[in-house]
């Protein structure tokens, strides 16, 4: 009873209800020893140094061979695949079925300072034996992020102690800063093995790192979003080149195997979850892929392509994938994996890191703290479709910019609120905290709307993952449609209505946007303007979510509520 006592001051202990994946069920964060190399995982923590709460998708789409494999599952079809019981502390982790009240009952989740106890944890448990791997969008998303240019996630990233990273958001700051952060500041190994200079070619980055673990020589290799000067601005990176590029993958695979004798080959990748199955059919040799970018949740098992393990590991610190593996000479023996939620309220903070952040955030605390409105419903963006915080957004534009529709990017950050709570300027820089953030005001002819929502549909729903390029849905205001996935691009949009009216493919409507990616514009940032709305409306609430009536995906088991969608 006191060893019990003192874990529980320790913030360890967990009210769990019966043992799961080999946790025992006093410590739901103790884990059996196992093997001779631990790797650590986070992804798309979107600098969120405190704890969140984050609602799972209840549309997550699959096509072609996506569909009914992970991360393509929500709703009572995730829970059965994973063999989860609804109402359960690890199903509030990993779905989004009854959320406000599993968020109410289990708290928030992440937190820098919880990660960090819990990676300090498992490296003293494991001693020489670990790896954390952090697989990038860790720079950008919250106000202080924007403010300081990334340097308060640097400074996060150093405490906790990444060993390797990667990069996607990190370049919205500029080439010249992102060169500034890795030479200067950040102690952890950046690598892209995907990343050239326009000019003559050459490597921007390390290609990979090679790291000896008990003997071992494990071979990280980093591949940064092949998509960032499309997706992104091209003109905050002007002088490198991104992509794919796996061949050239496949050569650095069989550099770390021969040249450098690798035991273990780790791809840290910032893809998506359906461009790393790809790549792990097509390049071979690799034994495991730590992904990011398209915030999936992939566990509590990872999928297994050929002889590639691979996983995705959510977004905002929610989940820590951890690796225990037997690595022989020369090849992967055997493996344990854990997928294990960060319940805020379960663990302890490191002081360390909790002092660290209350420092960088203090000289903008008041600012943050202003409240602006209190919800009445609650507000989320992860979704295939437009998110409740998504649908306040556009609503704002539109009526701030007196604008007929309103077009937000289907950015997959941006935290959750819960009924009742209130939403302060922290919470609005949580959602638009970018460096591009001009509101615009554009007159659009009726076919170019269809065009742009054909072509984010097509970024989205493309059969082909190496032509997805992980952002969901463009969100819409006063705009309605009906929408086949699996059609291909230009036929995906149809009965598309502005203000409840047949659209007019040559008459201009006068659309509201933010977040123009092709050359820098003038206007006011986008959390000035939304800041302002919530300010006037003092209580919100979102009955009504402007998502379109779907065909063609009936038995879909990546959509949740069908009834929402016209199922």
Request: charged share 25%; proline share 5%.
């Amino acid at each position: 009873m006191q060893m019990m006592a003192v874990a529980g001051i320790a913030g360890f202990l967990s009210p769990r209800f019966a043992q799961a994946a080999g946790k025992s069920a006093e410590d739901f964060y103790e884990i059996p020893d196992y093997g001779n190399v631990t790797l650590l995982h986070f992804t798309d923590s979107h600098a969120q140094l405190n704890p969140v709460y984050w609602r799972e998708p209840d549309t997550n789409i699959g096509v072609g061979s996506a569909i009914g494999r992970p991360p393509h599952l929500t709703g009572e079809h995730f829970l059965k695949f994973y063999h989860e019981m609804a109402g359960t502390q690890d199903a509030y982790a990993f779905d989004c079925l009854d959320y406000t009240e599993l968020a109410q009952k289990y708290g928030k989740m992440g937190g820098f300072a919880h990660l960090t106890s819990l990676i300090k944890r498992y490296r003293e448990e494991r001693k020489d034996r670990t790896l954390l791997l952090d697989a990038g969008d860790t720079w950008q998303g919250s106000a202080t992020s924007l403010w300081t240019k990334g340097a308060d996630m640097v400074g996060a990233q150093n405490i906790m102690g990444v060993d390797a990273m990667v990069g996607h958001w990190e370049f919205t700051y500029g080439q010249a800063r992102v060169k500034e952060l890795v030479e200067k500041h950040l102690k952890a190994e950046f690598l892209a093995q995907n990343v050239n200079d326009s000019t003559w070619g050459d490597l921007v980055f390390k290609p990979y790192t090679i790291r000896e673990v008990s003997g071992r020589k494990i071979a990280i290799i980093g591949q940064a979003f092949p998509y960032t000067p499309i997706a992104n601005p091209r003109y905050m990176i002007p002088d490198w080149t991104f992509g794919i590029k796996q061949d050239h993958m496949q050569k650095m695979v069989d550099e770390c195997r021969h040249k450098h004798a690798a035991d273990l080959v780790v791809l840290l990748s910032h893809n998506g979850a359906d461009v790393d199955m790809k790549m792990a059919a097509n390049v071979k040799g690799i034994d495991i892929i730590l992904g990011g970018h398209t915030h999936d949740i992939m566990g509590p098992r990872p999928v297994k392509i050929g002889n590639t393990l691979v996983i995705n590991t959510s977004t905002n610190g929610k989940i820590l994938a951890r690796f225990d593996l037997d690595v022989g000479k020369g090849r992967l023996k055997g493996y344990r994996f854990h997928y294990m939620p960060v319940f805020s309220n379960m663990i302890k903070p490191d002081e360390e890191m909790a002092a660290y952040i209350q420092k960088v955030r203090a000289p903008y605390e008041k600012k943050l703290s202003e409240p602006l409105a209190v919800t009445e419903s609650l507000l989320y963006r992860r979704d295939n479709f437009n998110g409740t915080f998504d649908q306040l957004l556009v609503q704002a534009l539109m009526e701030e910019m007196d604008a007929e529709a309103a077009f937000s990017p289907g950015f997959r950050w941006g935290y959750a609120k819960l009924p009742g709570e209130t939403i302060t300027f922290d919470d609005v820089m949580g959602q638009t905290a970018i460096t591009y953030p001009q509101v615009t005001i554009n007159e659009y002819t009726g076919e170019t709307i269809k065009m742009i929502m054909e072509d984010v549909g097509d970024n989205l729903f493309n059969k082909d993952p190496y032509y997805q390029q992980g952002g969901d849905m463009i969100r819409v205001g006063n705009i309605q449609y009906v929408m086949d996935p699996n059609k291909k691009i230009g036929h995906r949009i149809k009965e598309l209505h502005v203000g409840g009216k047949p659209i007019s493919m040559k008459k201009k409507y006068k659309v509201a946007g933010w977040a123009a990616v092709s050359r820098p514009v003038e206007g006011k940032p986008v959390w000035d303007v939304f800041a302002d709305w919530l300010r006037k409306q003092k209580h919100v609430r979102v009955d009504k979510v402007d998502v379109p009536r779907l065909v063609g995906v009936k038995d879909n088991p990546g959509i949740a509520f069908p009834k929402e969608y016209g199922l």
